[in-house]
């Protein structure tokens, strides 16, 4: 399975500002997602990043808010924009990796923002 | 619309015992089912997962998994449970979809927390 590692593990941030977290791959994959989870939520997906395309976003997600860059197969990035101590969450990567004829999904370590 | 369903928030058992955290789904035609855990601070790692075949489904760390599609049901259990195993746990759902709708997106339910008891 690959291995992901993501950038900043944590981070406590101000009100308004930007936060831009990594997402790294040790080898090229075709799919990555990105996860939120609240405090004790489950995870909701915020949004698909295929390398050369626009990224899709889900349901109660926009692109000014959750801004994300995939330039190649092995890395992303999602920026949480303008936060609020709403967007406190824990922020996951996650990568498709296909396997007996379909993708199987493998999760980073997350990176878990708490905003004040 | 597609969900998963965890019905209880937590489950407590004793070391040594057996242990069954439920999972139910709803979703068009045949899904393909996954089980994650979530150790504290850490991120998701993969258990198991049914997409055909033996409806029994055998794991990592000696978790297994049964498949019902009559009850839409997917619930974990092992034997002997560990301390260790105290964890968050997670059923996940993907439609299977045709090739063209290949989007890969999991739909999670909302996690059991696992309390193995001494």
């Known amino acids: 399975s690959a291995v992901i590692s993501q950038k900043p593990s944590r981070d406590i941030c101000q009100r308004g500002t930007s936060l831009t977290i990594q997402c790294q791959v040790d080898s090229q994959v075709t799919m990555m997602f990105w996860y939120r989870q609240q405090p004790g939520q489950s995870l909701t997906l915020i949004a698909t990043a295929n390398q050369g395309s626009e990224a899709t976003y889900e349901s109660g997600f926009v692109i000014d808010k959750f801004p994300i860059s995939r330039p190649n197969l092995t890395f992303s990035t999602l920026t949480v924009s303008n936060m609020s101590p709403e967007d406190s969450s824990i922020y996951l990567c996650?990568?498709?990796?296909?396997?007996?004829?379909?993708?199987?999904?493998?999760f980073g370590p997350g990176t878990r923002l708490t905003v004040l | 619309a597609q969900s998963v369903a965890q019905p209880e928030d937590q489950v407590n058992v004793a070391e040594g015992n057996p242990l069954t955290v439920k999972c139910t789904y709803s979703v068009s035609g045949n899904p393909y089912l996954f089980w994650y855990v979530q150790y504290p601070n850490r991120g998701l790692q993969f258990l198991l997962k049914y997409i055909t075949g033996d409806n029994l489904v055998k794991g990592s760390y000696g978790f297994e998994a049964e498949f019902n599609k009559s009850q839409t049901s997917f619930h974990l259990k092992k034997p002997s449970a560990l301390v260790s195993d105290s964890a968050l746990y997670f059923c996940?759902?993907?439609?299977?979809?045709?090739?063209?709708?290949?989007?890969?997106?999991?739909?999670f339910g909302q996690g059991t927390t696992l309390q193995v008891k001494p």
């Open positions: 996650s990568v498709g990796e296909f396997q007996g004829g379909y993708n199987e999904q493998f």
């Open positions: 996940a759902v993907r439609d299977r979809g045709g090739a063209s709708s290949n989007t890969g997106k999991l739909i």
